[in-house]
């Protein structure tokens, strides 16, 4: 992550230099106008001087001008920044993705990569666009207004000082209160859907069987929860601001009184009186954003850490790619070997226990078993997908584990019990991309899976490109497996309840196709119709 962040001020030093200037400037512009207003009144107004006032008047405005025209650039240069910031990181962690242990996808969820991708990276955006950058102008912006009214009075910095401390307090209480008020309202809202999408869903079933006063009752629950979280939402939000103007109120009756009675209190003038009230009401935005700014970089930090940790996950061993490579090239045929496997997935309950098993090259075996056996799993491990715990699962004498993903395609061929798409065209879901496949092996393996009919039906063929996937059946998505299993021709096919959807005619015919083609090949196949199996068929219990 460091590394990253190094590239990325290298790449945009003229972007963060200009932000910084820009930063610079909206803080002093923040701070003219009140100055102009204090010399205006007190060297030309309070004598009876206006014959520069139109001076005056065009400087205020132009000053004002200014001020958008600078918050804008900054917004723009800042939100450019983000985005670049974002990219960047994104396509590292892409990179890294493509580079991960295989074990990795299988072992963490989808939702927890998307998560990373996601929110973590826009946690760090955050951190330097609307944490650190926007904390530092407006720390600037009040440092800045204190500096000015010391300036040209002491004791009206005092107070200033005073009234930030107590604004900054209040907000801070506010905002920690608010924070719990909106999460518990954020459970309760979720309930509140939840509830809703399942009476939804269930309206049929609930109607059938006279449970509508049931479903309501527990929805009206949910309503009553609801309506008193957000009350508190509510309440908070507007004690809120009423309470902050009244401390400015005080604050300006304070500096009134002070300054009454002919500048002869503390020697505050009319013009000071006049920047002091202008100064107050500058002063709040910034306060109430720091709190915001502070919480925005206490997430980016937790951002920064996930985001690292995923940049520092290990990576394919090359090494060990390498010798599993020349093993693997000399051999021909694949014998398996499970010896003494025992697996488990979240360390406490086996789903293998102490499993032996010798599959000699060529042979074909189904594996048997009830629901939830681990059938599946033990396909898994084969492909070395995930590691035993204890014991070895070796593909002529390699534990399959160690075998890199580019000699896998050529030697394992895997039909899932649901197949995923991939974006891209028709050939892209059987090639996954790999160009070294040609059109012809593609055709040819849609032709022995009873594909290519349905194939050439479609807009543009090979080449249509996939949107949701609707364009296959469940039927024709488990042929789309077996065609992007077999394409490569690979030693060892694995096959997990590989005609589940397919009716009787297509499962012979497919049947038939995969023993033509992978005459010689080891198979190990997973199923519950017996009628799948033939004599040649060894069986082996889970
Ligand atoms: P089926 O015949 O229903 O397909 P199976 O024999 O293939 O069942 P597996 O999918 O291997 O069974 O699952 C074996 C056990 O491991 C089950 O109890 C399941 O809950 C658990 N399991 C499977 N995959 C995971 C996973 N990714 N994380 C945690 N537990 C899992
Ligand atoms: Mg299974």
Not at 390 to 406: C, E, F, Q, W
Not at 516 to 532: F, Q, V, Y
Request: aromatic share 8%; proline share 2%.
């Amino acid at each position: 992550m460091k590394k990253v962040l190094k590239e990325f001020c290298k790449e945009n030093t003229f972007m963060l230099m200009s932000l910084f200037i820009l930063a610079f400037l909206v803080v002093a512009v923040t701070l003219l106008p009140p100055q102009i207003l204090r010399i205006l009144i007190d060297t030309r107004l309070s004598v009876g001087n206006s014959d520069d006032l139109p001076l005056f008047a065009a400087g205020y405005l132009v000053i004002l001008i200014m001020s958008g025209a600078l918050e804008f650039l900054k917004g723009v240069v800042l939100t450019g920044l983000g985005q670049r910031l974002i990219r960047k990181i994104r396509s590292r962690m892409y990179h890294k993705a493509t580079k991960l242990r295989e074990c990795y996808y299988t072992e963490h969820g989808t939702g927890e990569m998307v998560a990373h991708f996601t929110s973590d990276v826009e946690s760090v955006n955050a951190l330097f666009t609307d944490g650190l950058i926007s904390m530092f102008i407006d720390a600037m912006k009040i440092v800045g207004i204190l500096i000015s009214v010391w300036f040209f009075h002491a004791g009206l910095l005092l107070l200033l000082l005073l009234l930030v401390l107590l604004i900054a307090g209040i907000t801070r209480i506010f905002q920690v209160n608010m924070k719990k008020a909106q999460k518990a309202n954020l459970v309760e809202l979720g309930g509140l859907s939840n509830s809703l999408s399942e009476s939804i869903e269930n309206l049929q079933i609930i109607r059938l069987f006279h449970k509508e006063r049931y479903m309501e009752e527990s929805y009206e629950q949910h309503l009553a929860r609801n309506y008193d979280t957000k009350k508190k939402v509510n309440l908070l939000d507007s004690i809120y601001a009423p309470i902050i103007q009244l401390l400015r109120a005080t604050a300006v009756t304070v500096i009134i009184l002070l300054c009454a009675r002919n500048n002869t209190v503390m020697g505050i003038t009319a013009g000071m009186l006049a920047a002091s009230i202008e100064f107050l009401g500058n002063l709040i935005i910034p306060i109430e954003a720091l709190g915001m700014e502070f919480q925005k970089i206490q997430q980016g930090i937790v951002g920064i850490h996930r985001v690292s940790e995923f940049l520092d996950l290990a990576e394919e061993e090359k090494d060990d790619a390498l010798k599993a490579e020349s093993i693997l090239a000399h051999l021909d045929g694949a014998e398996i070997r499970i010896d003494k496997v025992i697996f488990s997935y979240d360390g406490e309950h086996n789903v293998l226990h102490d499993l032996s098993l010798f599959i000699p090259a060529g042979d074909n075996v189904t594996l048997i078993g009830r629901t939830g056996a681990g059938k599946s799993t033990l396909m898994k491990l084969i492909l070395g997908l995930y590691s035993p715990i204890k014991g070895m699962i070796t593909l002529n004498g390699v534990p399959t584990d160690l075998i890199p993903p580019s000699q896998k395609r050529k030697l394992f061929g895997y039909v899932e019990q649901t197949f995923h798409f991939i974006p891209g065209t028709v050939e892209d879901q059987i090639t996954l991309g790999d160009t070294n496949i040609t059109r012809e092996q593609v055709s040819k393996v849609c032709e022995a899976c009873g594909l290519k009919e349905a194939i050439l039906r479609l807009p543009d063929g090979y080449d249509t490109v996939i949107t949701d996937g609707f364009e296959f059946s469940f039927g024709q998505r488990q042929l789309l497996s077996i065609a992007r299993a077999t394409v490569m021709n690979p030693r060892v096919l694995l096959l997990d309840e590989m005609t589940a959807n397919l009716d009787s005619a297509t499962e012979q015919a497919v049947l038939y196709t995969l023993k033509e083609a992978c005459k010689n090949r080891t198979i190990i196949s997973i199923s519950h119709k017996l009628g799948e199996l033939d004599a040649q068929t060894r069986i082996v219990q889970i």
